[in-house]
């Protein structure tokens, strides 16, 4: 694998959040703190340069009330002027939250490297507004959220705020100036039945964008127009099957737009069972586009602005349900059994597109999953467009950094990428500003409460050209796009051959075993020893032939004219008990003395005058051939369905323990 270079800072606060510069890979923004009270740990947001791949440096700044909360949610909004603009949620002190004032939306500017450079200064951080989005004013409610629409040159972002420990939950959506303006302007509240676990917002159109955000187990959307929104639409719920199986449900922990058409998840299982990424088909939202346009031009007809005399317009929109389409899961891939738990997401679009209405062609997203075990697992997936057809394939594992951070991780971020030079159109050069970094990476930062630690990994690109794709004589070469160059890994089919290879060996067992306990087939593993005498049975066997599996012992040199009797083949095979002279030798049966084991071999009264005369079976007495009968039994070579008959010409020695008792 290509090294991956890495850099660490410590602060000297506890980070919780973070967003790149969407103009400049190279700045990155970190915010956090102690919260209110004298506990010598303030509340601060620094601007950190990390165009190195082995140092982060301190830029700036600024540290804030130490009777106010810590910064819990931050975003690097666009350029005003001669600076930048960052967004962020802080509470207000408790005195102020006590009398129902929480401001908890700022807006605060960092001066560009440019005039920082002319003035020989260090760029300053500077709070411009504060303001309450919220409509609640409960005094636990905080900014949990805080979302912004990607950037597009020329076209205003939206951006979401949510709350977090409030009974009245809802989300407040702002506009967001591209020129002029500083502070947002409130767009509208919607209200919620449940708290949102996470919110993300895409620019589908001109003037129109797409909410999404979750709860634990239902996924929502709602379009948004020029001057009026749509009520949310549920498109996807969580299976419920506890009814059924009596399993808990898995519930979303982060959503991401990848494109206006396809969304992606993460749901941590019950009880700690692992992680899934989910990819989602989004449903179309032709008609609701068209609904929205003939609102927009009733609302114009009409000219009823509804505003107060500061121009905000009271636009609360109330979060119910409508039927839709619902989305469709079209992808999906489980995260290393050592993550039980998600705690964070990030998505980049490794080819963008130059503008809102600009069409997504194929395209690499990079994707980064935190875990509760400090870990960072690095995924891709391939956008694919042919016609109007688009499909997100390929979610492939690429690495997992372990035990990133010393604790928790607190927050992950992505920097911007701006496409290579040679894959732009007139219209995407656009998208590449004067000042503006092309990256050889896309760097990845992520940042520990614990351990006040920021780590930016600087994961490495390289570009790509589909070969493939067909070209027009005279007309420009193939696009180039980037992706990582760090290869990705499918799943391993490893696992399931070597549990394919196990369950053939167990059926190949289970068979043979069979075969050898029924007598259909001469031992090879030995099975008959270990069952148990009533599942056994005697080799399969014929008048005048024995048959034990394939083999037919009828053509063979029989002792007897009557031939070699099945139930005994096994034992008769291993001697060499053939005809000599024209006669056979008698077959004897005797038992081991000390092993106890039936043994079979030829009679020859001259080998040894002074042993006992074998006899045919009708001279046994009878508790000789009780006990013969259960010698035979237990080592498999004969069963009650095959009668006595078959004992004929066969010689049986005497049995001492019986004989010795008879006598007693």
């Excluded at 075990?373 to 891709?380: E, L």
């Amino acid at each position: 694998m290509v090294p991956i270079p890495s850099a660490e800072l410590r602060t000297s606060y506890s980070l919780y959040s973070l967003d790149f510069d969407p103009e400049d890979a190279n700045r990155l923004i970190v915010a956090g703190g102690g919260g209110p009270g004298n506990h010598g740990v303030g509340n601060k947001i620094t601007a950190i340069d990390a165009s190195r791949p082995d140092t982060l440096d301190i830029v700036s700044e600024i540290e804030l009330s130490r009777d106010e909360d810590s910064v819990a949610t931050l975003a690097v909004g666009p350029r005003n002027k001669d600076s930048i603009l960052l967004y962020a949620g802080i509470n207000s002190s408790a005195d102020d939250m006590a009398k129902g004032n929480n401001e908890h939306f700022r807006v605060f500017s960092l001066d560009q490297p440019s005039k920082a450079k002319a003035s020989s200064e260090t760029p300053n951080i500077t709070e411009l507004s504060r303001s309450s989005l919220f409509a609640t004013t409960e005094k636990d409610t905080y900014q949990r959220v805080l979302r912004l629409s990607a950037p597009f040159p020329g076209s205003a972002q939206i951006g979401a705020v949510a709350t977090g420990f409030s009974k009245e939950p809802e989300i407040a959506l702002f506009d967001v100036p591209n020129t002029g303006a500083a502070t947002p302007k409130l767009r509208g509240n919607l209200e919620l039945v449940k708290e949102a676990v996470d919110v993300d917002i895409i620019q589908t159109g001109d003037d129109s964008y797409q909410l999404a955000y979750c709860d634990e187990y239902e996924l929502r959307t709602m379009n948004i127009g020029k001057g009026i929104s749509e009520g949310p639409k549920l498109v996807f719920t969580m299976p419920d099957e506890a009814a059924v199986t009596g399993a808990a449900r898995p519930s979303f922990r982060s959503v991401r737009y990848l494109t206006p058409d396809f969304l992606l998840a993460i749901a941590n299982l019950p009880k700690g069972g692992g992680v899934v990424l989910h990819g989602f088909r989004m449903p179309k939202n032709d008609k609701i586009h068209s609904k929205l346009k003939e609102k927009e031009e009733e609302e114009a007809k009409k000219g009823n602005t509804n505003g107060d005399a500061n121009g905000t317009a009271d636009k609360t929109v109330v979060a119910t349900k409508v039927e839709e389409p619902k989305a469709r899961l079209c992808i999906s891939a489980k995260l290393p059994s050592s993550v039980t738990r998600a705690t964070g997401l990030a998505v980049r679009n490794l080819s963008p597109p130059a503008s809102p209405t600009a069409k997504q062609g194929d395209a690499q997203f990079v994707i980064a999953v935190t875990g509760q075990d400090s870990s960072i697992t690095i995924y891709t997936l391939d956008h694919q467009s042919v016609a109007d057809i688009n499909l997100i394939v390929n979610l492939f594992k690429v690495t997992t950094f372990k035990n990133v951070h010393n604790g928790p991780i607190s927050g992950v971020a992505f920097s911007y990428v701006i496409p290579p030079a040679d894959s732009k159109s007139s219209d995407e050069k656009a998208v590449a500003k004067k000042g503006s970094v092309r990256p050889e990476y896309v760097k990845l930062a992520s940042i520990g409460s614990v351990g006040n630690s920021c780590i930016v990994h600087s994961l490495p690109l390289k570009k790509f050209v589909d070969k493939t794709a067909q070209t027009r004589r005279g007309g420009p070469p193939r696009a180039a796009r980037y992706v990582l160059a760090l290869k990705s890994h499918g799943p391993s089919p490893k696992g399931l051959l070597f549990f394919t290879a196990l369950i053939t060996l167990f059926v190949g067992l289970f068979v043979q075993s069979f075969l050898e306990i029924k007598g259909y087939s001469s031992p090879m593993i030995g099975a008959r020893r270990f069952a148990p005498v009533s599942w056994q049975q005697n080799p399969r066997y014929r008048a005048g032939q024995g048959v034990v599996g394939n083999v037919n012992y009828a053509n063979s040199e029989s002792l007897t004219p009557d031939g070699v009797h099945g139930f005994l083949a096994s034992l008769l095979a291993k001697k060499d008990l053939k005809v000599q002279d024209g006669q056979a030798k008698k077959v004897v049966l005797n038992v081991g003395a000390k092993d106890g084991i039936v043994q079979v071999s030829g009679h020859d009264a001259e080998v040894d005058s002074t042993a006992p005369t074998p006899k045919e079976w009708d001279e046994l007495h009878e508790t000789q051939k009780k006990v013969w009968k259960e010698k035979l039994k237990a080592a498999g070579h004969w069963g009650e369905e095959m009668g006595e008959t078959i004992f004929k010409n066969i010689l049986f020695g005497e049995l001492g323990a019986v004989v010795g008792g008879l006598v007693r």
